[in-house]
């Protein structure tokens, strides 16, 4: 299994980006917001990989980050959604906004996907509602090691610089470490995964600034009993 790939682009096409590393070129099939972000060629590049294997095909799937991977990952188990699909959604609203979209119940957003019917988006949002909290709270611990990997050293594509964060992309990653610990806190009061998501999405909507007491004071509230 090829779990990551790290090389000199030798071409981008529509949807796909060839890496050469050392001497052996790799096709790895990537979202339009994937391709936006790579160089061009003759640059170094790294993704988070996911290798699909079937009878006929073999295919690797590129990302930056090992959350987006694992989006994919989870997006493939729907019924019905296969990789196509799932590139579709991710390349429409991103990680964070799949994650967003599930925790708060927006199929609509999911259905803005190109493919996406209404039933097949209800469907991810139904199906996954339970299972999108692992990978939300997984974020938190691996956004910063994930982001390393986004450049590489052009002369030594095995080496990762570590880029300096910008305010933008540190305010980022506090905020998905807020949510991740405000829904562990939640499920340690007995909450079920997918109404503290949703509670902690929706709270992180309106204060994106919130640091965790915050988060989850304003969830508590919105799963406050009603009347």
């Known amino acids: ?26 096709v790895v099939y990537c979202t339009d917001r994937v391709l936006a972000s790579l160089g061009r060629a003759g640059e170094a590049a790294a993704l988070f990989t996911d290798m699909l294997v079937r009878e006929d095909l073999l295919q690797l799937f590129g990302f930056p980050s090992l959350v987006e991977k694992e989006w994919f990952r989870l997006l493939l188990s729907v019924q019905g959604v296969g990789a196509k699909a799932s ?6 609203v991103g990680a964070d906004g799949v994650s967003r979209a599930i925790a708060l119940g927006d199929w609509n957003t999911v259905k803005a996907a190109k493919g996406i019917g209404p039933k097949t988006a209800q469907r991810v949002v139904n199906e996954l509602r339970d299972k999108a909290p692992a990978v939300m709270a997984m974020g938190a611990g691996i956004e910063a090691g994930a982001a390393s990997a986004a450049k590489v050293d052009a002369s030594d594509a095995d080496h990762v610089i570590d880029p300096v964060p910008s305010p933008a992309a540190t305010a980022v990653q506090m905020s998905a470490s807020a949510q991740a610990e405000a829904l562990s806190a939640l499920g340690n009061l007995g909450y079920a995964p997918g109404e503290a998501a949703g509670a902690v999405a929706q709270a992180a909507g309106e204060a994106p600034e919130a640091d965790t007491a915050g988060l989850i004071r304003a969830a508590l509230k919105l799963l406050a009993p009603k009347g």
Do not use: N
Request: hydrophobic share 55%; charged share 20%; no cysteine.
């Open 87 to 92: 590139l579709a959604i991710l390349s429409a």
């Open 1 to 26: 299994m090829i779990g990551r790939i790290a090389g000199v682009i030798v071409y981008k096409g529509d949807d796909h980006v060839l890496i050469d590393v050392r001497g052996v070129g790799y």
